[in-house]
């Protein structure tokens, strides 16, 4: 796992490449076996033991039963919630859509990733965040629009880290 280009003068360069490459680094046991030289991470690992640390196993059978909020991935079970409580009694033959503001990991704490996976509801997935946004593409169905939503539209809102360091930028709309 090469990250060369993620690092200038010891300086890391936010990336959504970068970004990948150090969450699959630091998600999967090539952190616990390997070691890194300058810009350069090896591990010698079985390559079963390798996996996409974005791609978190579903269990779709969950959304069917009384305590299922206990199998989803959303941080309080809204998929659950939303599934049993409205529909698990309506028709199949109406197309179901979902918009997930702030949409954020494409499956961790998801609020909407089972309804997208396990019942082919098709969806709008808004999400700001450029280091984010190329998992929502490369792992969710839904229609990723690279926006924030705000009360009157702005263009390039700063979004700042829990330090107060400005990562990013984002233009806004109403939603």
Partial sequence: LVSHSCIQDEVAIPQPWCNMVNVIWEKTSLLRFGFCVGAVCMARVPSRTLRDPNTLPLACG????????????????????????????????????????????????????????????????????????????????????RRCVADEPARGKPFSDRQGEVMFHAHCSPL
């Fill in 62 to 145: 969950g959304l069917d039963e009384p305590d299922g909020s206990r199998s989803t991935v959303a941080e309080f079970g809204q998929d659950w919630f939303l599934s049993w409580n409205f529909f698990r009694r309506a028709s199949a033959e109406r197309e179901r859509v979902y918009v997930d503001v702030g949409a954020s990991l494409p499956f961790e704490y998801s609020n909407t990733v089972m309804l997208d996976r396990c019942l082919g509801w098709r969806g709008i997935c808004i999400e700001p965040n450029p280091h984010i946004v190329s998992f929502l593409e490369a792992h969710r169905s839904c229609e990723v629009v």
